[in-house]
């Protein structure tokens, strides 16, 4: 018995200190049950209570996610009390502000706090991993804000623009285009690309690295984009720097309205006219001497070919039945005598089937005896001449265009 005692005696501080180490610290996570409008903050708050006091700051997990821009305001972590079956708790609570970029759901999963605390009975450290339970948020759109691309929901949104540089250019010239959006309500994250690329041969762009502020005042966000691109001219003409136009959500008059920046005409002047570089002036006196000396090749070749069809062409015409025509009827226009029964008797010699031409030859014998007669001289009737060489004429020239007959 007075060992069973002394047993007794020793296993009850063990069992005391058993049921004290058993006391778990708590940890409660807190999301909005509303859908959270895209842009703007949901505030996640997680509280964590021991029963006596924590000697270090508990370790939360991670909220990051994609799409989910995570912020801890001022003062985002503060002491708490609370009291637990009678008894009273202390701890810290952290609140988060989660501003989702897109809509839909973003699903936290179950994950650990590790806390340290107290001991009740020895007072020493104890770190231990407490649950976190699995939460959802639940993000949307508006439904007059659903076609919206890009998407911009806020309590306010206004384009600035400012223009460094004279809208006359020469080439060469540059004229810088600044625009600048400022929104309230959410992150600047939110907004697009506020100038559009421009392209064409008139302007060349030079884009600077876009410049993002954000501010906060009492846990709201601000902030702004300012774009920046310098336009150098190229070459004459008028061009413009188009309007910019962004439709936003305005979370106070729950109306889609619209920012706006104006148009910018530019007038560019062609560029001067400037004499070639000896660099230019050579490769283009070597491409002449080149393209010479290439003629100059070609036509050393060719010319005796061409040299002697030429000749063979011109041959071949005058030895023609044509030609000899031609010199005929040459002849008597220039009324000589002599001439007309020369080429005549040439014609004939180069036709295959001469015509009759006792009439022509008759009318061609009155004129001759009216000259060399040596009676008395009569006018010379060389109307009578033409009228019987066209008599001649006529049956060649329609025996020629005839067509052969198909069964002589």
């Not at 503060?78 to 502000?97: C, D, F, K, L, M």
């Not at 929104?183 to 559009?196: E, F, K, Q, S, V």
């Not at 064409?200 to 501010?215: C, I």
């Not at 070749?301 to 010199?327: C, G, M, N, T, Y």
Request: hydrophobic share 40%; aromatic share 6%; glycine share 6%.
């Amino acid at each position: 018995m007075r060992y069973l005692a002394l047993l007794m005696l020793l296993l009850c501080p063990a069992q005391v200190l058993a049921q004290a180490t058993d006391i778990q610290p708590r940890v409660t996570i807190e999301v909005p049950e509303d859908p959270t409008i895209v842009g703007q903050p949901a505030i996640v708050r997680l509280k964590v209570l021991v029963p006596t006091y924590m000697p270090n700051p508990p370790v939360f997990p991670s909220l990051e996610q994609e799409n989910l821009l995570v912020r801890l305001p001022d003062r985002a972590s503060g002491p708490v009390s609370e009291s637990v079956e009678g008894e009273t708790w202390s701890g810290v609570q952290r609140s988060y502000r989660l501003y989702p970029l897109a809509p839909g759901t973003y699903d936290f999963a179950a994950a650990e706090v590790q806390v340290t605390f107290a001991e009740p009975e020895t007072n020493d450290p104890v770190q231990v991993p407490v649950p976190l339970p699995a939460v959802r948020l639940t993000v949307e759109v508006p439904d007059a804000a659903r076609g919206l691309d890009p998407l911009i929901i806020a309590d306010g949104f206004e384009l600035t623009q400012e223009i460094e540089g004279d809208t006359s250019l020469n080439t060469g010239d540059a004229l810088t285009r600044t625009l600048t959006a400022k929104i309230t309500g959410t992150t600047p994250i939110m907004i697009p690309p506020l100038l559009p690329e421009i392209e064409g041969p008139l302007l060349r762009a030079y884009p600077n690295e876009p410049r993002l502020s954000e501010t906060e005042d009492r846990g709201v966000l601000s902030g702004q984009r300012t774009d920046r691109v310098t336009y150098v001219a190229q070459d004459g003409g008028q061009t413009q720097l188009p309007a910019v136009e962004i439709d936003w959500f305005n979370l106070k008059t729950n109306k889609v309205e619209t920012a706006r920046a104006d148009p910018v005409d530019l007038v560019l002047a062609p560029p001067p006219w400037r004499p070639p570089d000896r660099e230019t002036v050579l490769r283009l006196v070597g491409y002449f001497i080149i393209g010479i000396a290439i003629l100059w090749l070609v036509f050393r070749r060719l010319h005796p070919v061409i040299k002697a069809r030429w000749a063979e062409a011109r041959q071949s015409r005058l030895a023609s039945a044509a030609h000899a025509f031609s010199e005929l009827k040459q002849a008597v226009r220039q009324q000589d005598l002599a001439r007309a029964y020369q080429t005549l008797e040439g014609w004939k010699r180069r036709l295959p089937d001469p015509p009759d031409t006792a009439e022509f030859e008759a009318s061609l014998a009155e004129i001759g005896a009216s000259r060399y007669g040596g009676g008395e001289r009569h006018a010379e009737n060389w109307t009578k001449v033409r009228e019987g060489l066209d008599r001649i004429a006529r049956p060649r020239r329609h025996s020629q265009s005839a067509l052969p007959q198909l069964n002589p």
